[in-house]
């Protein structure tokens, strides 16, 4: 797996690369702008900069620190998925062939729907998330695109009727 261009033209390592820097300690200024744009990622360096009382240049620098530092992933929408058009939600464990997670992975990656993806420990190996439009894709998402991965040993489909985003949280001029 290779690096990831950015928009400006910058190549992100990926985290999970043996390129990759140890991480630097974040200090309160850096944690406070990481909330900051978990909350509203499109808030502009100049409202960063009042809130965590710094210059801009001075957020603009940070920004771009924890981005090239690839504490920063990216910036995206949070959707809401019933609204879009993928009514059925589903976290799926998945057994796996041991030593078979990073073949996995890629065609995880790869399915229609797939919104996380984690290898975890304890009774099965991997943690899907997926979202579809109804309850018939995602039948065919299990048992015809997912058991029809060789690498994978077996699979239990827990369907979600409800959820609630925790990374939403009351921006500071909200409270």
């Known amino acids: 797996m290779g690096a990831e261009q950015m928009a400006d033209g910058r190549e992100q390592v990926p985290p999970d690369d043996d390129r990759a820097a140890p991480p630097r300690p974040l200090d309160a200024i850096d944690r406070d702008i990481l909330r900051i744009l978990q909350t509203d990622g499109r808030a502009s360096i100049r409202s960063v900069a009042e809130r965590v009382h710094v210059s801009r240049a001075n957020a603009y620098a940070r920004i771009n620190r924890l981005i090239d530092d690839g504490v920063i992933r990216g910036f995206?929408?949070?959707?809401?998925?019933?609204?879009?058009?993928?009514?059925?939600?589903?976290?799926?464990?998945?057994?796996?062939?041991?030593?078979?997670?990073?073949?996995?992975?890629?065609?995880?990656?790869?399915?229609?729907?797939?919104?996380?993806?984690?290898?975890?420990?304890g009774d099965f190996d991997v943690l899907l998330l997926v979202h579809t439009p109804d309850n018939r894709t995602l039948r065919e998402l299990v048992l015809t695109r997912l058991q029809a991965i060789p690498e994978v040993l077996s699979t239990r489909t827990l369907l979600v009727f409800e959820e609630t985003d925790l990374n939403r949280r009351p921006a500071v001029d909200e409270v």
């Open 76 to 121: 995206s929408a949070r959707v809401n998925h019933e609204r879009a058009g993928q009514g059925a939600s589903a976290y799926i464990t998945l057994k796996i062939v041991q030593n078979s997670w990073r073949t996995v992975r890629e065609q995880l990656q790869a399915l229609p729907g797939a919104a996380h993806i984690a290898l975890v420990s």
